[in-house]
């Protein structure tokens, strides 16, 4: 998976997941359809507009490939009209958040690489590229941020990312290795959650 199709479908899943999550907290918000399917957007391709701004891809892919733009608002508008049949919509929004940053983490490193940018700062980028979307939803939706909070968010995304620029490395930055890393990114955020572990925070 050096590029190619097999990285531009894990990009599109990643966009779909994280359109859903946007989603799913416009839906809990109560926005209308518009604001459901704007936030969703928003959430799924902030990051990789980011992305490509930071490595010089220009115009960034949200806006030069048109199957970015309709899987997001798909998956947004989906997600609004499913939602009756989606319980507990905030453990869904962090599901889907936790895939999602797993995705974009591996996509993100993977494609900073591939442009040249050094191992360090491609960790930086997929990071960045990972934090981006779910930082973007928060914001839309009057939230304060997770990446900001004790919760254990961008640590996961560098640490996958490093994992990520190791493998690409040693090269074995096929499908299956990094696939593995981004079911590994998504599990180590969902116990994070269910363990309450957290950063520490200074005491006031």
């Given at each position: ?84 049949a989606l319980h507990r ?22 494609k900073a690489l591939e ?52 493998l690409h490395r040693l ?34």
């Amino acid at each position: 998976m050096t590029g190619g199709y097999p990285l531009l479908v894990a990009d599109l899943i990643g966009v779909a997941v994280f359109a859903a999550s946007g989603a799913s907290a416009g839906v809990a918000k109560r926005l209308d359809l518009f604001g459901v399917a704007f936030v969703g957007f928003a959430a799924a391709l902030g990051g990789g507009i980011l992305r490509d701004v930071v490595i010089g891809a220009a115009p960034p892919l949200a806006f030069a490939d048109w199957r970015y733009a309709v899987t997001a608002v798909a998956a947004s508008i989906a997600a609004f009209w499913l939602h009756p049949a989606l319980h507990r919509v905030r453990r869904t929004v962090l599901a889907l958040d936790a895939a999602g940053l797993g995705l974009f983490t591996v996509t993100g490193t993977l494609k900073a690489l591939e442009a040249g940018v050094p191992a360090v700062g491609a960790c930086l980028v997929g990071m960045l590229t990972a934090i981006g979307g779910g930082l973007t939803r928060d914001l839309l939706t009057g939230e304060i941020p997770v990446v900001l909070q004790r919760e254990i968010y961008a640590v996961v995304a560098l640490g996958g990312a490093v994992l990520v620029a190791v493998l690409h490395r040693l090269g074995q930055a096929g499908v299956i290795p990094l696939a593995v890393a981004a079911v590994a990114m998504t599990a180590a955020r969902l116990i994070a959650l269910r363990r309450r572990w957290s950063a520490p925070v200074a005491v006031p």
